[in-house]
């Protein structure tokens, strides 16, 4: 438990890490493509990119909680 705990900490980091650099290239794609929408782009990146770190921040929480059990 005490070396399964950072390392669920580490996979999730790096999967909202991946998740994050996918979002944005596809932001920036689209960006590129048609220059109009990039205030609308931005906004939307903006907030998928909030949710993908709250989600990294709750397992940060759940993996301290789970420590202090130990």
């Known amino acids: 438990m005490v070396l399964a705990l950072p390392l669920g900490l ?3 980091a790096f ?3 991946i ?3 996918i979002a944005m290239s596809g932001a920036f794609n689209a960006m590129g493509r ?3 929408m990039t205030n609308k782009l931005l906004v939307n990146m903006t907030i998928a990119c909030a949710f993908i770190e709250s989600i990294i921040i709750y397992v940060l929480v759940v993996v301290f909680m789970l420590l ?3």
């Open 10 to 12: 580490g996979l999730a």
């Open 34 to 36: 048609q220059p109009e």
């Open 68 to 70: 202090g059990r130990l």
């Open 19 to 21: 998740g994050m650099g």
């Open 15 to 17: 999967g909202g890490c």
